[in-house]
């Protein structure tokens, strides 16, 4: 189950690549675009007791509700993990444990960490969120590799200036 949330953040970044410098919304306009299928970022604040986010499933659109006065990590990894639950098309109430959700953002209390949504959920739909947001964020986080091919062209290119002015 691991792997194979593993395995769908990998095709779905294959797909939408993460963008470098990271932008939340630029990547969910383009997997929106991918999807054929309207996503809205819904900005929430948060009270204690209350939701960190959650995902609501309309006729014509996917909201992806997430709360926004906790550290800009947080809020990314809180809106993949609901983008998560989404693109896996879980039906559950999602909890995200204290744990889980203070690896991500030590900076919060544990108050914080309530994440609810309308129906019961299984674990296992919420460790596959889990594990697919952690994959997606770190992805996001993680600069490009240089591509050997572009990098051995601009060398060739470069070495044929210096001959031709040089
Ligand atoms: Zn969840």
Same mark, same amino acid.
């Given at each position: ?14 797909? #939408? ?13 383009? @997997? ?8 809205? @970022? #819904? ?12 995902? /609501? %499933?309309?006729?014509?659109?996917? @909201? =992806? =509700? ?6 800009? #990590?947080?809020? !990314? ?5 609901? =983008?998560?639950?989404? @693109? ?18 030590? !900076?919060?209390?544990?108050?914080? $960490?309530?994440?609810?949504?309308? /129906? &019961? ?15 997606? $964020?770190? %992805?996001?986080?993680? +600069?490009?590799? =240089?591509? +050997?091919? *572009? ?6 290119? &470069? /070495? /044929? *200036?210096?001959? #031709?002015?040089?």
């Amino acid at each position: 189950m691991v792997n194979r949330a593993r395995r769908r953040a990998r095709t779905v970044l294959a797909a #939408v690549p993460a963008p470098y410098p990271w932008s939340l919304d630029n990547w969910v306009d383009r @997997l929106e675009q991918h999807r054929g299928r309207p996503i809205d @970022l #819904v900005e929430m604040v948060y009270t204690p007791g209350g939701p960190v986010g959650a995902w /609501r %499933a309309r006729p014509d659109r996917d @909201l =992806i =509700i997430y709360a926004v006065n906790t550290s800009l #990590v947080h809020q !990314d990894f809180v809106a993949l993990h609901e =983008i998560a639950h989404m @693109l896996c098309g879980h039906r559950g109430r999602c909890l995200i444990s204290p744990e889980q959700a203070a690896r991500h953002a030590p !900076d919060l209390g544990e108050a914080a $960490l309530e994440h609810l949504f309308g /129906r &019961a959920t299984t674990d296992e739909e919420e460790l596959e969120a889990e594990t697919m947001a952690t994959a997606l $964020l770190s %992805a996001a986080t993680t +600069p490009p590799a =240089i591509d +050997p091919a *572009a990098t051995d062209e601009a060398a060739r290119r &470069a /070495r /044929r *200036a210096m001959e #031709v002015f040089g």
